[in-house]
């Protein structure tokens, strides 16, 4: 509903492409933290989470010293920005101790649709108040829709 597909090419089938890649992984994802909260393997949350984001981190910097490498800076890069990228890891790994305690807690019917309504609709919120964003009346239904299925489900 979101989307503006009037570009059409290879970029909207890219787009697509890569849209699903991310949801099935991301399904994948939730699978495997479902399977690690319940199962014998439960005590064994916080070394996942941990080491998720250790493999995590140290993907995202070989990345930033190749690209940095190739290709000239269009920003400054200061210890401020580590920094930053630490306190964001370290407020995404919070984040993922308390979705796991949720989906041991809780049945996965309300936790994985809460979570990702709950996700557009803070997103779509964010650009609105952060980036300024206009939103379209077709959006501004979808967020309502959303919305009204995530209360919905709460009862």
Sequence with gaps: INTDFKSGGKKSKLWILL????????????????????????????????????VAAVIAFMVYLHVN????????????????????????????????????SYPPAFVFPSYAGGTIIVSALAGVILFKDKLSRKQLLSIVLGLIAVVLMNF
């Design 19 to 54: 849209t699903t890649v991310a949801l099935v992984s991301g399904g994948l994802s939730n699978c495997v933290q479902k399977i690690l909260s319940k199962g014998e393997f439960k005590q064994h949350t916080p070394a996942f989470v941990s080491a998720s984001y250790l």
């Design 69 to 104: 490498r190739r290709e000239k800076k269009t920003y400054p890069t200061t210890p401020r920005v580590f920094l930053y990228a630490l306190a964001v890891g370290v407020t995404l790994a919070v984040f993922q101790f308390i979705y796991n305690y949720a989906i041991a």
